[in-house]
Nanobody
Framework: QVQFVESGGGLVQPGGSLRLSCAAS????????IGWFRQVPGKEREGVTC????????YYADSVKGRFTVSRDNAKNTVYLEMNSLKPEDTAVYYC??????????????????WGKGTLVTVSS
């Protein structure tokens, strides 16, 4: 069975940092592009970043550019999202997802069953 599990979320003060992890089981991450998305209540799911199977970072959302860094460790079958200088507007549920083909900032391009259930990041004083 394919399973993706996000972890590392929590409550952090503005300006703080968190590192999110996306761990896969039943699937080899180096065979796919991995995207990070986030969503807040009442808003559409937003693409944050995406990293290809070869480790190329295709984009960062303008809102996180310069503050977030995506990386992957294929040996650990894990993709990371390092978040620095966090702002209250970064508060969201963060998801990872796999595409068998290519990176995209649209969640529609990611496999229906290849999503984690999300981890909540709350940035607040």
């Amino acid at each position: 069975q394919v399973q993706f599990v996000e972890s590392g979320g929590g409550l952090v003060q503005p300006g703080g940092s968190l590192r999110l992890s996306c761990a896969a089981s039943g699937f080899t991450l180096d065979s796919a592009a991995i995207g990070w998305f986030r969503q807040v209540p009442g808003k559409e799911r937003e693409g944050v970043t995406c990293i290809t199977n070869s480790g190329r970072i295709t984009y960062y959302a303008d809102s996180v550019k310069g503050r977030f860094t995506v990386s992957r460790d294929n040996a650990k079958n894990t993709v990371y999202l390092e978040m620095n200088s966090l702002k209250p507007e970064d508060t969201a549920v963060y998801y990872c997802a796999a595409s068998m083909y290519y990176c995209s900032d649209s969640p529609d391009f990611f496999e229906k069953d290849y999503w984690g259930k999300g981890t909540l990041v709350t940035v607040s004083s």
